[in-house]
């Protein structure tokens, strides 16, 4: 099987340690990862912005470099719910992408990825892969089997953190405000890390948490998940 | 669409003040909050919700691509059954037609049914204008009437007012409200109760809007908790209905599916306490159906646009917004709030003003609206969609182009990595002009000592990884 990764810009640029993460498991778990370094951005910010013309471009650009891949397998619910729901709109083909607990669970079949993190952690699902892609459980179901971590609910888990890309900064004090609820129930857990499938919604609630001086740390799924 | 309803600015500055406001974010959020918990209980008792769904959004598309002959039909059965049928283009020839039936039945005094149909065309400003009152009779329509006030959600308008707010507002304006009202839910009731009573009693002409009308048959169909509407469409000699033209369905079969779609999904019921149906004129009273396009023809035409036509107006996606949840409805400044109104306005009044051309950008994308829809309309789609046609603020589309060109192409944005990277120390705590939005509230996450593609192909060089690219 041909298995290309895809990083996503957001990580490429900001948040290489998830990618490095995402990369030594698959590899831990017998697969050969391919990373195809013409690829950038799957158009997300442009599209969902309004700035269709751009967005395409991307798009089309996405679809070429992963030609031929059997799995392209991201760390962002969201640039992969954007590939598989936005691309037909588009009459672009989408390439086989796989949210990376989607890969684990419905592809290589696996459960316990064999990681160790004795830490008391919250989930937050996030809104694209919650209502986008539809994993309900599966990345919960990978955390469960990681030795010593324990998982604790999150209150209103499935509400939106208030990122929505552009709609953070073109809506200030919604977004702020959704997410100073979003804080609040994080703090409630008693977690010492919040984790979540995409490092966008993490570096929003990530960020506050910060300004705030909470001592919660936030870390993305594939890091717990490779962490021995 | 010609009303304006709420609050004067663009939608992030309306937000912005509306967050502020403590009394209401507690308002909304304990209100949507309970309808929300309703809805998820009563539609979760429903094995078949999907296939219920599936078959509110099938009828409603058939009928809205044959919308040309069902309304044909609808008004031959209408005059069929001795009422009359008038054409609306937009609000003001509503306005017109409503103003003149009413005249000609030489009264000065109209009760209303709640009706969103009229709000949207500003009927009572108009009629008031023209020297006839029209008195809302629903509660929370004559709480907001009576407080001078707007409408803040489709099917609950007080929303944004507790109890002590509600007496405070009866005892000031309501004549007959009893001296030593309290803040009872019951006696609150009881006071409108009285004092509607009298006002059904005199009442010569009522109007109304309508969930549906069967074309088939001309039948009107309004669904309501109060009985109060069934006051107003039986005891008045003249019965004026204004009902825009996307409501017709084509038989009283397809009736069943929203009438198990409809009251799940707005007051979290499993049926509504009063569904009243009315064909032509009866004995005793002249029946009136005026037909409203108002835009609507125009959002037809949009093949991305028009499955907001679908909706029933049950404001499932107001009680699940975050954004309407923490905004409330006047921020959105059209009698349409939260995602639909998002969608719906912008279509209905076009992109012109900068309080429309910032609507569809008031929703983090969050899916949550679509997740309840009862008539399934992708709201996140339309709202894309809608994104793509407004004019972009010159600073944001020259940033949007500059970003655009980096990812163009893999090498300029390896060079922006390493340009980041170099500079990294000097990144500053708060970001400049728009962006500083996004440090008002957060930090900034730290710029890495390299990107992943360039720690990928230095791993590559060296031969460490297994990987071939």
């Known amino acids: 099987m041909r298995v290309a990764l895809f990083i996503t810009c957001v990580n490429d640029t900001l948040f290489p340690g998830t990618g490095k993460a995402v990369v030594s498991l698959l590899r831990r778990l017998g697969c050969e990862v391919d990373f195809p370094q013409a690829q950038t951005c799957c158009g997300q910010m442009h599209l969902n912005t309004g700035y269709r013309a751009e967005g395409e471009r991307l798009a089309r650009r996405f679809a070429e470099v992963f030609d031929g891949y059997d799995a392209v397998v991201t760390p962002s619910g969201s640039c992969a719910a954007m590939v598989r729901e936005q691309y037909p709109r588009l009459g672009v083909a989408p390439p086989p992408v796989y949210d990376l607990s989607e890969f684990l669970i419905d592809v290589l079949e696996v459960e316990d990825v064999g990681a160790a993190f004795p830490h008391r952690v919250t989930y937050h699902p996030t809104c694209h892969s919650l209502r986008g892609l539809h994993l309900g459980d599966k990345p919960t179901r990978l955390l469960r089997r990681v030795r010593g971590l324990e998982l604790v609910p999150l209150p209103g888990a499935e509400e939106c953190c208030g990122f929505g890309g552009t709609f953070a900064v073109k809506n200030p004090a919604i977004s702020a405000a959704m997410c100073a609820d979003k804080v609040r129930n994080v703090m409630d857990t008693g977690a010492e890390v919040l984790c979540a499938a995409d490092n966008s919604c993490l570096m929003h609630i990530g960020g506050t948490m910060r300004r705030q001086k909470t001592g919660v740390r936030v870390m993305h799924l594939a890091e717990i998940l490779d962490a021995r | 669409m010609s009303v304006f309803i709420g609050m004067p600015g663009d939608f992030p500055t309306n937000a912005a003040k509306a967050v502020q406001n403590s009394q209401l974010r507690y308002n909304l959020r304990k209100a949507t909050h309970t309808i929300r918990g309703k809805r998820a209980t009563v539609v979760g008792e429903l094995p078949d919700w999907p296939e219920l769904r599936a078959a509110g959004k099938a009828i409603k598309d058939h009928t809205l691509r044959h919308l040309d002959r069902y309304l044909v039909q609808l008004e031959e059965a209408v005059q069929r059954a001795g009422g009359h049928v008038h054409w609306a283009r937009d609000a003001a020839e509503a306005n017109r037609i409503v103003t003149d039936l009413v005249r000609r039945t030489g009264e000065n005094e109209v009760v209303k049914v709640k009706s969103m149909a009229t709000q949207e065309i500003g009927l009572n400003e108009h009629l008031a204008a023209e020297g006839i009152t029209a008195f809302e009779t629903d509660l929370a329509e004559l709480i907001v009437q009576l407080g001078d006030d707007y409408p803040s959600h489709i099917l609950v308008p007080a929303i944004h007012r507790n109890r002590a707010e509600i007496r405070e507002i009866f005892l000031r304006r309501m004549g007959d409200a009893p001296r030593d009202l309290t803040d009872e839910p019951a006696a609150l009731a009881?006071?409108?109760?009285?004092?509607?009573?009298?006002?059904?009693?005199?009442?010569?002409?009522?109007?109304?809007?309508?969930?549906?009308?069967?074309?088939?048959?001309?039948?009107?169909?309004?669904?309501?908790?109060?009985?109060?509407?069934?006051?107003?469409?039986?005891?008045?000699?003249?019965?004026?209905?204004?009902?825009?033209?996307?409501?017709?369905?084509?038989?009283?079969?397809?009736?069943?599916?929203?009438?198990?779609?409809?009251?799940?999904?707005?007051?979290?019921?499993?049926?509504?306490?009063?569904?009243?149906?009315?064909?032509?004129?009866?004995?005793?009273?002249?029946?009136?159906?005026?037909?409203?396009?108002?835009?609507?023809?125009?959002?037809?035409?949009?093949?991305?646009?028009?499955?907001?036509?679908?909706?029933?107006?049950?404001?499932?996606?107001?009680?699940?917004?975050?954004?309407?949840?923490r905004a409330g409805g006047h921020a959105y400044g059209s009698v349409y709030p939260g995602p639909i109104g998002a969608i719906l306005t912008p279509q209905l009044r076009g992109l012109g003003s900068d309080l429309d051309a910032s609507l569809p950008y008031a929703s983090s994308l969050c899916g949550a609206c679509l997740e309840v829809c009862p008539v399934a309309i992708d709201i996140p789609e339309v709202l894309v969609d809608l994104r793509a046609k407004v004019a972009h603020p010159r600073a944001e589309r020259a940033g949007m182009r500059a970003a655009g060109w980096v990812l163009a192409k893999e090498v300029r944005l390896a060079k922006a990595q390493r340009l980041a990277t170099r500079f990294r120390r000097l990144a500053p705590g708060r970001l400049p002009g728009p962006l500083s939005a996004w440090t008002d509230t957060r930090d900034l996450p730290e710029i890495p000592e390299e990107s992943f593609r360039d720690w990928w192909a230095r791993q590559e060089r060296r031969g460490e990884g297994k990987a071939s690219s």
């Open chain 2, 190 to 325: 009881e006071a409108a109760r009285l004092h509607l009573r009298e006002r059904f009693l005199r009442s010569k002409v009522a109007i109304s809007g309508a969930n549906f009308v069967i074309a088939e048959t001309g039948t009107c169909v309004v669904l309501e908790s109060e009985g109060n509407g069934r006051m107003c469409l039986t005891l008045p000699e003249t019965l004026i209905s204004v009902v825009g033209i996307e409501k017709v369905l084509p038989t009283w079969r397809d009736l069943e599916v929203f009438l198990q779609l409809l009251p799940r999904s707005s007051t979290g019921e499993r049926m509504n306490p009063y569904t009243s149906t009315w064909t032509g004129s009866t004995e005793g009273q002249t029946f009136h159906l005026v037909l409203l396009d108002n835009g609507r023809t125009t959002v037809l035409a949009d093949e991305v646009g028009r499955q907001a036509l679908r909706c029933i107006r049950c404001s499932a996606c107001l009680n699940v917004c975050p954004v309407y949840e």
